[in-house]
Structures are given as structure tokens and as C-alpha cells.
């Protein structure tokens, strides 16, 4: 494959991932929580990258791509760690005990909850969730970035 190609697939399969986020936010009525967005800045990163790279031939943009799907594929693992308990996330978007609260404290923890919560998953597809599936999809999309600039270093000068 071109390296052309392989730098438009991989920009254009995170443009993709980002309609796709939009449409399931916008038209699918899925809210994202906090992790689902820190998910999809990567992902404009590499669109611009992807730009960048096949407006003006730039190495960095491509490493910089590379380096913008293995970032949202790390977030997209630890979304997905979150979701299945084999870690604790952000304390702004999951949920914790009670114990030892006060009655203003709890109120005040209810209060200040936000709408949706990065422990819960709102959509699967074979037992995945959406962030499950970026992270999978993402790295297939760094694997592109990376056969785009080995096939840029192996070309003759």
C-alpha cells in the first residue's frame, strides 16, 4: 500500500470514529461521560495530522498520528477497565460509597454527580463496550500510522 493510502486510512478511519461518536451522541441519544470525550480528542489530533502529512509530506504529522491513535487506544482500554471494575476511575465520573458520610455530605455528592457516569456502559455490541471498541479500532488506525512511515523511511532518496 501507498503511503498515501495508509496516512488517508488512518486519518480517515479516526474521522470515522469521531461521526460516528457524534452520531451515537447526537442521533443515538447516548450522552458521553468525561472518558468517552478525553477519547475523541486523539482522534481529531489525527485527522489534523493525517492533514498535515498528505498536504505537506511531513514525517512528524505521521508519528504525531501514530502517536494520537496509541493515546485514545490507552484511554479506550482504561474506559474500558472502569466500566468492568478492574479499576477505579475518575472520582468526577463514578460513582463511590457512602460510608462514614454525613446526610449534607451524601446530598452534596448527589448533587454534584454528573448526568453520566464513566462506570456504566451504555452500549455493547459482542459483549464490548464503545470504548472497547475504540481502543481495538484505534489500534489497528496506529498500526496504519506506522506502516505509513515505515513506507515513507523505506522508499529510496
Known sequence: MSRTLLIALAAGGSAALLLAAFGFQYLGDLP??????????????????????????AAWAILLGALAALTTAGVGLYHTGVERGWWEGPTS???????????????????????????????????????????????VLAGLWIAAWQAGRSRPS
Open 32 to 57: 458521553p461521560c468525561k472518558l468517552c470525550i478525553w477519547q475523541r480528542w486523539p482522534h481529531g489530533v489525527a485527522v489534523v495530522a493525517g492533514g498535515v502529512a498528505l498536504a505537506l509530506g
Open 93 to 139: 465520573c463514578t460513582s463511590s460509597g457512602v460510608e462514614g458520610l454525613s446526610t449534607d455530605q451524601l446530598m452534596d455528592q448527589i448533587m454534584s454527580a454528573p448526568l453520566v457516569r464513566c462506570d456504566d456502559v451504555a452500549w455493547q455490541m459482542a459483549g464490548l463496550s464503545m470504548a472497547s471498541w475504540n481502543a481495538i479500532a484505534a489500534l
